[in-house]
């Protein structure tokens, strides 16, 4: 088995399932359609937010395994996003510099932008961190 990096950090889960009973630890860990479920159920009234308390460990092992490492580190971007998602704080740390300022402008282009970037936040960092830069 291929030793990968540890992208996704478990101790930023649990602080994220806090929060989880709206999805938060879920989209961290790369599951987008369990994440919007528990956002609108509340956690699918609180019984799955505390099952997840013990299935944390298992989804980030799963998140590490998936996702590449690099440059761009997953926990700044998610907790940028989580924080401060509507002024594109996330997108200017990925070096995604136009983008970053039209989420500044539109309040994370009118939460729309925001809720794309919590599906696909992972897989962006992800391709992020697979570029090849030459200096």
């Known amino acids: 088995m291929i030793d990968r990096p540890n992208t996704h950090s ?3 889960g649990y602080l994220l399932w806090i929060f989880g009973f709206l999805g938060a630890h879920r989209f961290y860990y790369g599951k987008p359609i369990t994440g919007t479920i528990w956002f609108f159920t509340f956690g699918l009234f ?3 937010w505390i099952i ?4 944390i460990p298992s989804m980030d092992k799963e998140a590490d395994n998936r996702f590449r490492g ?3 580190n ?3 971007g998610w907790l940028l996003l989580t924080f401060t998602g509507v002024f594109g704080l996330h997108r200017l740390y990925m070096g995604k510099w ?3 300022i039209i989420y500044f402008l539109t ?3 009118f939460l729309l932008g925001v809720l794309y970037d919590f599906w696909t936040l992972n897989d962006q960092i992800s391709e992020r961190n697979g570029e090849v830069t030459f200096n």
């Open 10 to 12: 478990m101790l930023f």
């Open 46 to 48: 609180f019984i799955g």
């Open 52 to 55: 997840d308390l013990f299935l």
């Open 70 to 72: 690099g440059e761009v």
């Open 74 to 76: 997953y926990n700044i």
């Open 98 to 100: 136009i983008s970053a």
């Open 107 to 109: 309040g994370g282009l």
